[in-house]
């Protein structure tokens, strides 16, 4: 069946590191990739998404880019903030708004 | 409205009382989503109507569970003779479309529920 798996968590790092979070996937045929991310007290909301091969999605410093030769999505940022800190989950998705499969979340921690 | 409301933010239930759930989704919004949340997990489906239609409610985890949006806004789930398994976030979120590409799904706060 589809499914979605994330690198576990917690991952901790110093502000102003580089940020990559692994996202691989098991799905026949295309897929739309999404990225949401939940802050501390705070509803998920969507942080980026791809809906085709070679698709780079970004938004808030924060890219990914969809591989279906890796069957990938790994999120990256230059330069993590302590405010990034939160929870962030993959997701794939293949009718279109409709059934997200979930990764089970990876939480990063920023240190000042 | 500004955003996915749902009520109560938390709720703790004996074994075996029933509870219901509500959602607020965006005005206008014809899809939503109810899904289940395990501490330490991603979100699990639980069921999509398309305004009032419930077209998919394969993953609620038994006949105990039951949801509804009879006016194609408002959506209520009730989970009936709650047991301890039943613990988690409960979520629900809404979308504009109903199909036609993907779209951002926009999440409310989540229901945690606690059976003791």
């Known amino acids: 069946g589809n499914s979605v798996t994330q690198m576990e968590g917690p991952v901790t790092l110093s502000e102003e590191a580089f940020l990559t979070i692994n996202c691989t996937y098991t799905?026949?045929?295309?897929?739309?990739l999404f990225w949401y991310v939940q802050y501390p007290g705070e509803g998920l909301q969507l942080l980026l998404k791809?809906?085709?091969a070679d698709d780079k999605g970004s938004n808030k410093g924060f890219e990914a880019t969809y591989r279906k030769e890796t069957t990938s999505f790994h999120l990256e940022k230059g330069s993590v903030q302590v405010s990034d800190s939160a929870v962030y989950f993959c997701?794939?998705?293949?009718?279109?708004?409709?059934?997200?499969?979930w990764g089970a979340g990876t939480k990063l921690i920023i240190k000042p | 409205g500004a955003g996915v409301s749902q009520s109560p933010r938390y709720k703790v239930a004996k074994r075996g009382q029933d509870v219901a759930l509500r959602c607020d989704p965006i005005s206008g919004h014809v899809s939503l989503f109810w899904y289940q949340q395990a501490l330490g997990q991603g979100p699990e489906f639980l069921t999509y109507f398309q305004n009032e239609a419930q077209l998919d409610k394969s993953g609620l985890p038994s006949d105990r569970f039951f949801a509804e949006r009879p006016e194609g806004s408002v959506s209520t789930l009730k989970i009936q003779r709650t047991q301890q398994e039943d613990s988690a976030v409960y979520l629900c979120a809404s979308s504009r479309q109903v199909a036609g590409g993907p779209s951002e799904q926009f999440f409310g706060p989540g229901t945690r529920l606690t059976v003791l």
């Open positions: 799905a026949t045929g295309y897929p739309s």
């Open positions: 997701a794939l998705s293949y009718y279109s708004n409709y059934q997200l499969i």
């Open positions: 791809a809906t085709k």
